[in-house]
């Protein structure tokens, strides 16, 4: 039994690996995390990107392994490795998925840990119009939440 899951915690621990080299390969050929947070997302006149934090995003397939960007007007969510779609006229494309939380759609924000492993901190970001995102497995779970209340903080004054 234990054997079996070793060999499929192998399979994971390889798949991120391979994910957070292809994002760090990435991070560096684009010239920084500022220049990343440019490339995927649009960002208005005045807007600083305060913190990139590598985590997962929960979905309803999984866990999604990504960055989560905290700047001064939103939350944005970029995995690391394209997931793959159908277009509308049927062929195979891949994009990479990714989620914008404007700061002033944000009613709170959460913080949760797995009753059974506390060092399991999860932060729940709830919007004006009903919609939960689940953020898992920080590497810094402190300064990432932080970090978020200080935006939101400076977003509502």
């Known amino acids: 039994m234990e054997s079996a899951n070793m060999v499929k915690l192998g399979n994971k621990i390889s798949e991120t690996l391979k994910g957070k080299l292809t994002l760090?390969?990435?991070?560096?050929?684009?010239?920084?995390?500022?220049?990343?947070?440019?490339?995927?997302f649009s960002v208005s006149e005045g807007e600083r990107l305060l913190k990139a934090c590598q985590c997962y995003l929960s979905t309803t397939s999984g866990p999604i392994a990504g960055l989560l960007f905290?700047?001064?007007?939103?939350?944005?969510?970029?995995?690391?490795?394209?997931?793959?779609?159908?277009?509308?006229?049927?062929?195979?494309?891949?994009?990479?998925?990714?989620?914008?939380?404007p700061l002033e759609k944000i009613e709170r924000v959460n913080q949760s840990e797995n009753a059974k492993k506390p060092s399991q901190k999860y932060m729940e970001v709830v919007t004006v119009d009903g919609f939960d995102f689940w953020f898992m497995g920080f590497l810094s779970y402190k300064k990432a939440f932080k970090c978020v209340e200080q935006a939101m903080t400076a977003t509502s004054t």
Not at 24 to 40: D, T, Y
Not at 76 to 93: D, H, N, T, Y
């Open 24 to 40: 760090g390969a990435r991070i560096l050929q684009v010239g920084g995390v500022k220049k990343v947070f440019r490339q995927f």
């Open 70 to 101: 905290i700047s001064t007007h939103k939350l944005a969510f970029c995995s690391e490795r394209s997931i793959q779609l159908s277009s509308p006229e049927g062929k195979s494309i891949r994009v990479h998925y990714k989620v914008v939380i």
